[in-house]
């Protein structure tokens, strides 16, 4: 790169280019870049080594059930709104191995990533989401290792939300479509007049890839294009949440006859909570090679749906699919409260867009609200 | 469950089926060698002539039930076998022949076979389970080579096998496949069939087949609303839940709903 002018702000600007020259930059300081790129009819995340592999163009539609891509009639290139993955998937991965041993005296733990994450292109809810996940992980009194090594030192790029998708409802909770924290650069793409990012620098780590960018000063225009863009994104969400008192609600509902009109359509699946970005269960399991005695402790993404996750001495202490409902949407919007101090919804609407009935968390807490204090005596304890 | 005893002996027997279960043994290759290693392999016909007297530590049971002679001997297999582990669809829901089950069989022999009277057979297939106790089941058509190994190196080990019984979803969104359901509007009987494929059908844009049977709480009929939204009918249905686990249970009691 040549003739680097240095931001001498935190707020500056780069067009289409100096999106190509952040991704360079990051995969040239070493990191390992993971973005969004059209893979198998959906905005997939995974590793990128150029920014020519970016949705570019590219927008998906989102209903209950329901979401397909599309092509844009422009070059936007976060034109969509989250897709079916999560950052989840490299911060705590589906399944990795915790240690190994070859004998009851030489276990050894998994040794770190080989590369430090970039996390390209993040959405506000999912920044939430990122938080969220800090906090159960490590902040408690037991911090969890693999996934300590995967996000410490991991450099976060945030992008504003201009085009959310129609089972988004980040705007009911406060969590979005504005990055307000927890990255190292945001970006605001601006694509009506001239196609450019205004980007916001929040982080020293931040600075120190945005000196290798080429920029220029942002104007205030620029400025006022880019608080545009998420006011107008804040009305336009495909779904709204009443947010207020929903944990007390919930605990003074835990027999209301929604959840086993819910269960009639709930497939047990579990595909709400392995596409939720905050959602944390695992299970751990050991395997051993057939032949020399060497074993392995693996963990694996789990859910509050399977039976065996909740399998106790004597069985499963959640065997009906309405318990398994109800121990899902009074967690994620109750007790997590109660667990971690904050909601466990950032509002991203994927469990409602992946889930392969449809079945809205909006539209569910809303009926409970409609029906606050009603009980069903027939499944009642 | 306990550990099996030192060089233990493995007999692997075959009912009405295919022999695919089997040859995924054979499949094995590497891990073959290894666990010729462990084990001594007692009765195994499609690989070997050579046949050892039992009793044997562990009978691998492929096929389903399907004759008066089957009936007889899957009972002699249990009386000498300590573990008895049954795999693939035939053997724990009495696979594909068990669309007999839903016809008339003597109207049907005339039809396939050219000299009806040398065929004996029963009016159902039935899986090994309807017949005898079995100790653990291997799903599938075919049984997951992975499942098989991991497998025999636990009951080997003494440590406990891995078969999950969630949906095959579960896979799906570990491998990082987009729902073929919700992205394409691909009907898929993965939210109703119990993972240990790996997901195969769906990391290649088709809906799963249901191979591996029932998952733990299946909801057929919330996912057939789901499939007529779709486009796909109750004649899709029926043909997709009576297939090779025709004879399962939640598929059975499930497919009436759509004759």
């Given at each position: 790169m040549t003739a680097l002018p240095t931001p001498d702000a935190d707020t500056f600007v780069i067009e289409p280019e100096g999106l190509s020259a952040l991704v360079e930059a990051l995969c040239h300081e070493g990191y390992r870049v993971?973005?969004?790129?059209?893979r198998d009819?959906?905005?997939?995340?995974?590793?990128?080594?150029?920014?020519?592999?970016?949705?570019?163009?590219?927008?998906?539609?989102?209903?209950?059930?329901?979401?397909?891509?599309?092509?844009?009639?422009?070059?936007?290139?976060?034109?969509?709104?989250?897709?079916?993955?999560s950052w989840k998937q490299e911060l705590m991965p589906s399944r990795v191995r915790l240690w190994r041993a070859s004998s009851a005296e030489s276990v050894e733990e998994e040794p770190p990533p080989g590369r430090p994450l970039a996390l390209f292109g993040v959405r506000s809810c999912d920044l939430?989401?990122?938080?969220?996940?800090?906090?159960?992980?490590?902040?408690?009194?037991?911090?969890?290792?693999?996934?300590?090594?995967?996000?410490?030192?991991?450099?976060?790029?945030?992008?504003?939300?201009?085009?959310?998708?129609?089972?988004?409802?980040?705007?009911?909770?406060?969590?979005?479509?504005?990055?307000?924290?927890?990255?190292?650069?945001?970006?605001?793409?601006?694509?009506?007049?001239?196609?450019?990012?205004?980007?916001?620098?929040?982080?020293?780590?931040?600075?120190?890839?945005a000196r290798l960018l080429p920029v220029r000063a942002a104007t205030d225009a620029d400025l006022e294009a880019a608080l545009a863009v998420t006011d107008e994104a804040a009305g336009r969400m495909g779904r709204r949440l009443e947010a207020g008192g929903l944990r007390d609600l919930l605990a003074g509902n835990l027999e209301h006859p929604?959840?086993?009109?819910?269960?009639?359509?709930?497939?047990t699946c579990g595909n709400c909570t392995l596409v939720c970005p905050t959602c944390f269960c695992t299970s751990v399991e050991d395997v051993n090679d057939l032949a020399d005695g060497s074993a392995e402790r693996w963990r694996s993404w789990d859910s509050c749906f399977s039976t065996e996750y909740s399998y106790i001495h004597g069985g499963s202490v959640r065997r009906s699919p309405r318990a398994r409902y109800r121990q899902w949407?009074?967690?994620?919007?109750?007790?997590?409260?109660?667990?971690?101090?904050t909601s466990g919804c950032v509002g991203?609407?994927?469990?409602?867009?992946?889930?392969?009935?449809?079945?809205?968390?909006?539209?569910?807490?809303?009926a409970i609200r409609a029906g606050d204090g009603e009980v069903d005596h027939a499944h009642a304890r | 469950m306990s550990a099996v005893a030192t060089c233990p002996k493995l007999a692997v027997w075959k009912f009405s089926s295919c022999d695919g279960c089997q040859l995924s043994l054979l499949d094995c290759e590497d891990e073959l060698l290894a666990i010729a290693e462990e084990i001594e392999i007692a009765y195994f016909p499609e690989a070997t002539s050579g046949e050892i007297e039992g009793p044997y530590d562990v009978s691998l049971v492929e096929g389903s039930v399907t004759t008066a002679h089957d009936v007889g001997r899957i009972q002699e297999v249990r009386a000498q076998s300590a573990l008895l582990v049954t795999i693939g669809a035939c053997a724990t829901a009495g696979g594909i022949q068990a669309l007999r089950n839903f016809v008339d069989v003597g109207e049907w022999i005339p039809l396939v076979y050219a000299s009806p009277e040398y065929v004996s057979t029963l009016e159902t297939s039935t899986p090994i389970a309807d017949h005898v106790p079995v100790d653990l089941e291997?799903?599938?058509?075919?049984?997951?080579?992975?499942?098989?190994?991991?497998?025999?190196?636990?009951?080997?080990?003494?440590?406990?096998?891995?078969?999950?019984?969630?949906?095959?979803?579960?896979?799906?969104?570990?491998?990082?496949?987009?729902?073929?359901?919700v992205a394409h509007g691909t009907p898929?009987?993965?939210?109703?069939?119990?993972?240990?494929?790996?997901?195969?059908?769906?990391?290649?844009?088709?809906?799963?087949?249901?191979?591996?049977?029932?998952?733990?709480?299946?909801?057929?009929?919330?996912?057939?609303?789901?499939?007529?939204?779709?486009?796909?009918?109750?004649d899709v249905m029926l043909r997709a839940l009576r297939t090779f686990n025709a004879n399962a249970p939640a598929f059975r009691e499930a497919s009436y709903d759509h004759e």
């Open positions: 993971v973005g969004p790129s059209v009819g959906a905005i997939v995340l995974g590793e990128i080594a150029s920014a020519n592999e970016l949705p570019c163009g590219w927008t998906a539609r989102h209903e209950a059930a329901a979401y397909r891509v599309e092509r844009r009639d422009d070059d936007a290139v976060f034109g969509w709104a989250v897709g079916p993955h939430h989401a990122i938080a969220i996940q800090d906090r159960v992980f490590l902040e408690g009194r037991y911090v969890e290792r693999d996934y300590a090594l995967r996000r410490t030192g991991a450099f976060v790029v945030a992008v504003d939300c201009g085009e959310p998708g129609g089972t988004c409802f980040c705007a009911s909770l406060g969590t979005g479509p504005r990055a307000d924290a927890g990255f190292d650069l945001a970006l605001t793409e601006l694509v009506s007049t001239e196609h450019r990012f205004v980007v916001r620098v929040g982080s020293d780590t931040g600075r120190e890839i929604r959840f086993a009109e819910v269960a009639e359509r709930c497939l949407l009074t967690h994620k919007f109750g007790t997590w409260h109660d667990q971690f101090g991203c609407g994927r469990c409602i867009t992946w889930c392969p009935v449809g079945i809205d968390v909006t539209e569910e807490l809303a | 291997l799903r599938g058509c075919p049984i997951s080579k992975a499942q098989l190994v991991d497998t025999v190196s636990a009951l080997l080990h003494g440590r406990r096998p891995r078969l999950a019984t969630t949906s095959v979803c579960t896979e799906c969104k570990a491998r990082g496949t987009p729902c073929v359901m898929c009987l993965g939210p109703v069939t119990q993972a240990g494929c790996g997901a195969i059908c769906p990391a290649y844009a088709r809906g799963c087949y249901g191979c591996f049977g029932p998952m733990e709480s299946p909801n057929v009929a919330a996912l057939a609303r789901q499939w007529r939204e779709l486009g796909a009918g109750d």
